[in-house]
């Protein structure tokens, strides 16, 4: 059996330099690989890409990233309730590429499986389109668009094995899973860990061959990105 093992962050990370692109799993602040984007944020890496559905809030997630003004480009579909993000984009001192929220999960998707494009009818007519290829199927417009390629991929699951197979928990099972096997190589963090073998087959929603290498987290805050309650009864 293959292991990806490594012992914590440090090794996990080792290879990163700036101005590379770095794909994050995530949904605001759902699922993301709190360990990795607080490694990348001590290493100082500067000039790097980030392809992700949003950058977090200001004070967590890649939203710290952006208050070191270690990232160039910002690959997103929303901006979100982060004001640094709101702030860089529009002073421009931040290149942002927005695309539909389908379409970059596909592109990252495409990556995933090899693709190296695909025709969508999202974004047609628009700006999304501006400068890309166009083409009429059955009556109706499509856009192309070209499979992402990043360096890394920094992805979070709920639990893996030593081999990399990887079971995600809830809502978290958002972009991660489909930015897993994107990149030159996926380093995925797990909050636990246990050996090649005891996980159950049938629950498995990524194997080990996406992965390069796994370790597990540690100190994760989950925060909740806008909490809603209801009056107790």
């Known amino acids: 059996m293959i292991r990806k093992t490594v012992s914590n962050v440090q090794e996990a990370l080792k290879g990163v330099n700036d101005g590379m692109t770095f794909m994050l799993g995530g949904f605001g602040l759902c699922g993301i690989p709190e360990n990795a984007i607080a490694h990348l944020v001590t290493l100082g890496v500067k000039n790097i890409t980030c392809i992700s559905n949003n950058a977090g809030v200001d ?11 270690q990232i160039k480009k910002m690959i997103s579909s929303y901006v979100g309730e982060n004001d640094e993000f709101e702030r860089q984009m529009l002073s421009g001192e931040l290149d942002v590429e927005l695309t539909p929220q389908g379409t970059l999960a ?3 998707r495409a990556a995933q499986s090899g693709f190296p494009a695909f025709f969508t009818p999202a974004g047609y007519g628009t700006e999304v389109a501006e400068g890309k290829e166009t083409r009429e199927f059955n009556g109706k417009m499509y856009v192309l668009e070209e499979a ?25 099972r958002n ?3 489909c930015m897993c096997g994107a990149a030159k190589i996926t380093v995925a963090e797990v909050e636990e860990l246990v050996p090649a073998g005891e996980l159950n087959p049938n629950e498995i929603h990524v194997p080990g061959i996406f992965v390069q290498r796994i370790f597990q987290g540690k100190n994760y805050e989950k925060r909740i990105e806008q909490r809603t309650t209801r009056k107790k009864n």
């Open 175 to 177: 972009f991660n899973p």
């Open 106 to 108: 596909e592109k990252c």
């Open 148 to 172: 992402y390629k990043a360096d890394f991929s920094f992805v979070k699951a709920w639990k893996g094995d030593e081999a990399g197979n990887l079971i995600f928990k809830g809502t978290a």
């Open 59 to 69: 004070d967590f997630g890649l939203g710290l990233l952006l208050q070191k003004r």
